[in-house]
């Protein structure tokens, strides 16, 4: 236990300074950049479209599923299929709060090679889209349904330093600190349990086996960019070659069940199809290319070091305070919202539905199911809350049928209508 609580320690140590600094990068972006900065420029069915959208996709941090209805948006506003292609692919894969920690864990050769394997796979994948799905793969009705997430229209209040630290904590942190959380806690386990050199005493670690295996568990997995990196260390600490490392936080953040389900509801077969074959091949070409090319044990080099430093210390209080914070106001909305749901004094004919909606990862998510759900005339307000997938909807005589389809087509699953509340 003593072991496992000091793995913990410098996992929270080595991770935090970077992590805080990259969401205050990320802030300060979502603050200061101007307003349709990410919508411009991305309506050509050439190149230079899926070049600017890998460039804007690479440092936004955006989780797989979070960018799925920003790239809805983005699609919305006229991105070709291959501008929207690629910023599907690079930008779940990087964010400037990923790329910091990639650099504390790994070294800034392994995270620089990391960010080029992004953006290259990104245009890749765009190009691909762009030469074999030139075309809209999507109704007319579909891309004009699809909610439109607010990325680039930043309101008054969103402005400034304090916006930029409200939208960092709030939204970034908020979005992805229980999957942080789960991260740091795996890699600490993975510290404590794994024996060194475990994996560098498997025969199916090494090479075209161990790329596959890794491939194989990381493609339906969702797995946070961020909160990646401390697992893929430790396993890395552990003997695992570190183009299979790379493989792991290259596919894993870029695939799972429900980005995959969601891409082929809203861009088509063929689209869905160059995805993951560029995601897979990108991820095993680029993990055999690490090993060639930047032949370093980065298993020796990462054994968690002492990172005892005030600096350090500070930021993992000033971080773990920011997750307690975050977890309260969490419970406290949830149980305002539970009384507020019963007290309502609802009109003659309304009724308050109980939704359950899977795919919800971010606020980006929370936003679009809001808007796609409001967007219909019975319903008169759409309340998500992220941590349990439920929404809560007001609405005069509507059918669960069209409450499934606006869901849908804003790239979410529809899974159950639990109770009715007249």
């Known amino acids: 236990m003593l072991s496992f609580v000091q793995s913990l320690w410098q996992v929270l140590l080595e991770l935090s300074p970077s992590l805080l600094l990259g969401l205050l990068i990320a802030g300060l972006m979502h603050a200061y950049l101007p307003t349709g900065f990410v919508q411009r420029g991305l309506s050509g069915n050439d190149w230079h479209s899926v ?3 890998s460039l804007i996709g690479v440092p936004l941090p955006l989780c797989s599923c979070g960018v799925i209805p920003t790239a809805l948006g983005l699609r919305r506003d006229g991105a070709s299929p291959g501008a929207t292609t690629s910023f599907l692919i690079s930008t779940p894969q990087t964010g400037v709060d990923s790329i910091l920690v990639s650099a504390a864990f790994l070294g800034w050769p392994f995270a620089i090679f990391k960010l080029i394997a992004a953006f290259v796979t990104g245009i890749t994948g765009g190009l691909l889209t762009n030469r074999f799905a030139p075309a809209p793969v999507t109704t007319a009705d579909a891309v004009t349904n699809a909610a439109k997430p607010e990325i680039s229209a930043v309101s008054k209040h969103e402005r400034g330093l304090l916006g930029a630290l409200r939208y960092a904590i709030f939204d970034l942190l908020g979005a992805i600190d229980r999957w942080l959380i789960f991260g740091i806690l795996a890699a600490a386990l993975v510290t404590t349990l794994t024996p060194e050199d475990f994996f560098a005493s498997q025969a199916w670690s090494s090479g075209w086996r161990g790329l596959l295996v890794v491939l194989a568990i990381s493609l339906p997995l969702y ?200």
């Open 223 to 422: 797995v946070c960019t961020t909160a990646s990196v401390p697992i893929a260390a430790s396993l890395i600490a552990a003997g695992l070659p570190a183009g299979s490392a790379l493989v792991f936080l290259m596919a894993g953040p870029a695939t799972n069940i429900a980005t995959i389900g969601a891409v082929y509801r809203t861009l088509g077969r063929r689209v869905t199809m160059l995805y993951l074959a560029t995601v897979i091949g990108a991820s095993l070409a680029f993990g055999l290319l690490f090993e060639q090319l930047l032949s370093i044990n980065l298993g020796s080099a990462h054994q968690h070091a002492e990172h005892s430093g005030w600096l350090n210390v500070a930021a993992t209080l000033l971080l773990l305070g920011l997750l307690g914070l975050l977890e309260y106001r969490r419970q406290r909305q949830r149980h305002q919202r539970s009384q507020a749901a019963e007290r309502a004094a609802m009109p003659e004919g309304t009724s308050q539905l109980v939704l359950q909606v899977g795919g919800m990862t971010c606020g980006h998510c929370v936003a679009s199911v809001k808007q796609a759900l409001e967007a219909l005339d019975q319903v008169e307000e759409a309340t998500p809350e992220l941590s349990s997938g439920q929404v809560w909807v007001s609405a005069r005589n509507v059918e669960s049928a069209s409450l499934q389809q606006a869901i849908e087509q804003a790239g979410f699953q529809f899974k159950t209508l639990k109770k009715q509340i007249s």
């Open 51 to 53: 070049l600017r959208a």
